[in-house]
Structure formats: structure tokens, C-alpha cells
T-cell receptor
Framework: DTAVSQTPKYLVTQMGNDKSIKCEQN?????MYWYKQDSKKFLKIMFS???????INETVPNRFSPKSPDKAHLNLHINSLELGDSAVYFC????????????FGQGTRLTVV | GQQLNQSPQSMFIQEGEDVSMNCTSS?????WLWYKQDPGEGPVLLIA?????ELTSNGRLTAQFGITRKDSFLNISASIPSDVGIYFC???????????FGTGTRLTIIP
């Protein structure tokens, strides 16, 4: 049973398109995150939700919109994709907002052409 | 913002060698974590450190929380092929709910 699962694993799309990445965790955790890993492998947090409430919103273009229908799911929708959006996007979860031990999904490799 | 610098950026070692890497920050942290990322996978937590000076082991891995709270070290003894991957440190400051990740150390084992 995969603890944090993301779909799709790979996504290739053209500039200007709109796409979504989905994430689900079956750990019973309250807090979920989206991270972006660039080509140099640098990991940076984008968003965090705690019990469906947005608690961290880093400096991310407003073309990126997270949505949490319930505490087990956190989806990421990206409008008007640009070449610079190409990266690996990781979903993660922790038991609660104060906990440090994050469990990561396998990542979604997004390639914008 | 805060930045965590890891050293070395990459390492090429032979199987059986010991490995040392470190992570330094311009700011103090209350918690230090070490993660490993295998190719095509997400990072997996190896060791968590919660107190300045703390030394914690997980099998062949040993990590230390620096006494100044601005650094942390990870050692791997008697490396094996499955140790290959990218090792990330991460820090957390109380009251700031987001992890700051280091720049990563890529470990390669030469046959």
C-alpha cells in the first residue's frame, strides 16, 4: 500500500495548456504539501494545507492553484503552462503542521514543450 | 531567505569506504533532518535530530546536530551499492512550519 501516491508520474504537455496533478495519502495525516524540485535537484516548498486549510503559500505564480477536497487529498492545478514550469513536483504529508517527519510521494515529472 | 549549503556537492567513493557530509546554515534551526532520494523516487527520511549536540544512529548511518545549531553532519560507514543517491539535509525552526532543504550531496559508488 503506497502511503503518499501521486498521479500521473509523468506528464508531457505543450505550453499554454492547463494540467492537474493529484495526490492522496492514506496515512491519516492532517497536513499535506507540494514541493518543486528543479533540474539542479533543489527542493522548495510551494504550498501546505492543514485539514483542508491553506497554511503556507510561498511566492508561487498564481497560475498554480492547490485544492484540498479533504485532508487526505491535495491536488495541484496549473494554468497556462510555461517552459519554466518543467520540474518534478512532489507531494508530501506530515501528521500535523508542527511535525517535521515528512513522507513524500514518488513525484510527478512535468515536461512543458 | 534561509539557505542550507551541503558539502560536498558530489562524492565518488569505492564500496566499503566511509562517507562524511555536512550541512551548514546562516541561521539556527531547532530540528535537523536527513533524507535520501533514490533516482525516480521521493526523498525518504533517514534520521531526525531534535537537540543541539545530539548524535543519532540508524544502522550504518550516524548524524549529529551541531552544537551551534547552524550545522549538521551525516556519516555512512562501510558504504554499499544501495547507498547511491542524493542526500538532503533539512532544517526546521520553531514557529516556522516549513522545512528548508539543503542543496544535496550526490553519492556515487565506483565499482
Amino acid at each position: 500500500d503506497t502511503a503518499v501516491s501521486q498521479t500521473p508520474k509523468y506528464l508531457v504537455t505543450q505550453m499554454g495548456n492547463d494540467k492537474s496533478i493529484k495526490c492522496e495519502q492514506n496515512l491519516g495525516h492532517d497536513t499535506m504539501y507540494w514541493y518543486k524540485q528543479d533540474s539542479k535537484k533543489f527542493l522548495k516548498i510551494m504550498f501546505s494545507y492543514n485539514n483542508k486549510e491553506l497554511i503556507i503559500n510561498e511566492t508561487v505564480p498564481n497560475r498554480f492553484s492547490p485544492k484540498s477536497p479533504d485532508k487526505a487529498h491535495l491536488n495541484l492545478h496549473i494554468n497556462s503552462l510555461e517552459l519554466g514550469d518543467s520540474a518534478v513536483y512532489f507531494c508530501a504529508s506530515t501528521t500535523d503542521r508542527g511535525n517535521t517527519e515528512a513522507f513524500f510521494g514518488q513525484g510527478t515529472r512535468l515536461t512543458v514543450v | 531567505g534561509q539557505q542550507l549549503n551541503q558539502s560536498p556537492q558530489s562524492m565518488f567513493i569505492q564500496e566499503g569506504e566511509d562517507v562524511s557530509m555536512n550541512c551548514t546554515s546562516s541561521s539556527i534551526f531547532n530540528t535537523w533532518l536527513w533524507y535520501k532520494q533514490d533516482p525516480g523516487e521521493g526523498p525518504v527520511l533517514l534520521i531526525a535530530l531534535y537537540k543541539a549536540g545530539e548524535l543519532t544512529s540508524n544502522g550504518r548511518l550516524t548524524a549529529q546536530f551541531g552544537i551551534t545549531r547552524k550545522d549538521s553532519f551525516l556519516n555512512i560507514s562501510a558504504s554499499i551499492p544501495s547507498d547511491v543517491g542524493i542526500y538532503f539535509c533539512a532544517g526546521l525552526l520553531f514557529g516556522n512550519e516549513k522545512l528548508t532543504f539543503g542543496t544535496g550531496t550526490r553519492l556515487t559508488i565506483i565499482p
